[in-house]
């Protein structure tokens, strides 16, 4: 139970700062955001982030351990990636994208927590754990669906041609036609290319050599 423990509080540690440092990424997403949803979306999770920090100080308190950060790796460098796309304006998709990867993180990081609680024995500490692990799959839904919009409007795609995906979508829906059409050419087509090899070329060499001849 003490190596849990340990355990507990080393993963505690690490996502206490991985809170940190989305509470300092998301303004800086808000602001790259181009859609208007998304920018909701990115200032309403950092509202909701510095929530999560609370609650995870009140977590270090059931344990009566020091409110104590650990370098977070992961997050670093998710957080790396974000940026590198809002410097390199690669737009709302990627954007989402990125927190997307963040929340799943978050959301790995709290699922573990809150069984490890559990299994301590900590039913306060699971609560806390489970408001916070529900916000991060809500969060995580919710960048779904704007997702879908932002994808299917284009506003995120940089160089993106609209016209480029209906076209091949409108394509298989006439071509039943089209295709029986060219089967019926394509097998006719050899039947009539061997007709004329067979009654074309033999009788103009014998028309040839029997015009010659005469
Ligand atoms: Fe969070
Ligand atoms: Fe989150």
Redesign the pocket.
Known sequence: MSALREAFLDELKDLLDA?LQ?LKALPKMAEAAQNDGLRVAFQE?GG??AN?IKRLGQVFAAFEEPVRGKKCKGMKGLVEEAQELIEEDEGDAALIAAAQK??HY?IAAYGTLMSWAIALGQDNVTQLLRETLE??KA?DKKLTVIAQTVVNTHDSLRDAEPKEAPTPRRKPKSRPSDSQTRKRRSTKRPSATRGKTKSGKAPRSKRLRSGKRK
């Open positions: 809170e989305l999770h909701q982030t999560q963040a929340e978050e916000e991060e969060t």
